[in-house]
């Protein structure tokens, strides 16, 4: 069975600073990683996903996230924020047609 | 345009009634997800169906009941059982995963459910 461990529920971060968000997943066999973005009342939005291959993995809106196996993380940066970038994200773990999500980190960038 | 479509939007319920959730795909897609979100708790799995004619309980199906008639369809019914039925449904749909892990998971805009 796999997990998804999600670190801070809250982000806050200026106009311009690095978002750094953190997921550690666990999971039994070699899995696929994912980050959703969420808008209020709105569906869950592809980011982007490591399936294998390059560990280093880009995204859209300026987003990427690195695989590292030997911290079993998948975290999710972007070098500079922007005030649309406030929303709910989730990283979720797939091994076996068996897809988890974390709880989610809700980013909030300050003017 | 394909996508998946989720109706109605917003959608109130009195204690004791049953009520039905829309969820369309034209991507064809043959997996179909839902899933209920609640606040600081994620998306929890509800049902999920890979083929037509056929579904699997997901981690809290209890008070809900699917059906899968049609590959673009897979309607939710949120029965009088479910204890606290108020919250955010979501569906979602997907290829069928290969031998590594689930596909790429294309999501609806959501339903809010609020109980009377």
């Known amino acids: 069975a796999q997990s998804v461990t999600q670190l801070g529920s809250h982000v806050s971060v200026s106009e311009g600073a690095l978002v750094l968000l953190r997921c550690n997943y666990s999971?039994?066999?070699?899995?696929?990683l994912f980050w959703y973005v969420q808008y209020p009342n709105q569906g869950l939005q592809l980011l982007l996903k490591?399936?294998?291959?390059?560990?280093l993995v880009k995204g859209i809106n300026g987003f990427e996230a690195e695989f590292k196996k030997s911290e079993t993380s998948f975290h999710l940066t972007k070098p500079s924020a922007h005030m649309s970038d406030a929303a709910e994200y989730f990283c979720?773990?797939?091994?076996?047609?068996?897809?988890?999500f974390g709880a989610g980190t809700r980013l909030t960038v300050k003017p | 345009d394909g996508g998946i479509t989720q109706s109605p939007k917003y959608l109130f319920r009195k204690e004791g009634q049953n009520v039905t959730l829309s969820c369309e795909q034209n991507?064809?897609?043959?997996?179909m997800y839902w899933y209920r979100q609640d606040p600081g708790q994620g998306l929890r799995l509800i049902y999920y169906?890979?083929?037509?004619?056929?579904?699997q309980k997901g981690d809290i199906a209890e008070g809900y009941s699917v059906s899968r008639e049609k590959k673009e369809s897979f309607p939710l019914t949120v029965t009088s059982a479910q204890k606290n039925p108020t919250a955010f449904y979501l569906c979602?749909?997907?290829?069928?995963?290969?031998?590594?892990?689930?596909?790429?998971?294309?999501f609806g805009p959501g339903t809010r459910l609020t109980v009377l």
């Open positions: 979602a749909s997907s290829i069928v995963g290969t031998s590594g892990g689930a596909d790429t998971q294309y």
């Open positions: 999971s039994s066999v070699p899995p696929y």
């Open positions: 490591y399936t294998t291959g390059a560990t």
């Open positions: 979720a773990v797939s091994a076996s047609n068996d897809m988890r």
């Open positions: 991507l064809n897609h043959d997996a």
């Open positions: 169906s890979q083929i037509v004619n056929d579904f």
